[in-house]
């Protein structure tokens, strides 16, 4: 059975942007793309949120953005996800700035999937923030999702 995987807008944005001109980007950009070409191992899903962020901005790059999920589930914002991510806002979990990244993290951990899939080591693939988020899950009964990298899925064996 193939392993779940939420796609956060930050992955999406990588994958279809312009050729970044900073080392770091660029590298980002390789990653993404290398594991963008495995990516027919996982059932991948996007959400409402991240379709209302690929549509936002340049009206080309937006385009580009959602050609590239076009074809890929989209799970639907319920209340209990608006709660979750609420809570991780009021608690001082997740930044006010952040309520949409809490609303990414609520959507994959209560739909189940095995990895939350980012570029966004801010605010969602951030060890001592995914501590606390899970805590604050596990006292829900709630079971955070494995949150990484494209270049931390990809692994060695893949690698080039």
């Not at 319920?78 to 930044?95: F, K, M, S, T, Y």
């Amino acid at each position: 059975m193939k392993r779940k995987i939420y796609l956060e807008t930050s992955v999406i944005s990588y994958l279809t942007a312009k050729p970044s001109k900073t080392i770091l980007g660029a590298a980002h950009q390789q990653i993404t793309l290398a594991w963008w070409e495995s990516r027919e191992q996982y059932k991948l899903f996007v959400s409402e949120p991240v379709l209302r962020e690929c549509a936002a901005g340049d009206p080309v790059a937006a385009q580009k953005r959602l050609a590239a999920v076009a074809e890929i589930p989209l799970i639907l914002i319920d209340e209990h996800a608006v709660g979750i991510a609420a809570e991780l806002v009021q608690n001082g979990i997740v930044p006010a700035k952040a309520a949409e990244d809490a609303l990414h993290i609520a959507i994959a951990t209560l739909y189940g999937v095995d990895y939350l899939l980012t570029w966004n080591c801010r605010h969602i693939a951030n060890p001592e923030l995914q501590r606390k988020i899970a805590a604050f899950l596990e006292e829900k009964g709630l079971f955070l999702p494995f949150i990484c990298t494209p270049e931390e899925l990809l692994g060695e064996d893949n690698a080039e």
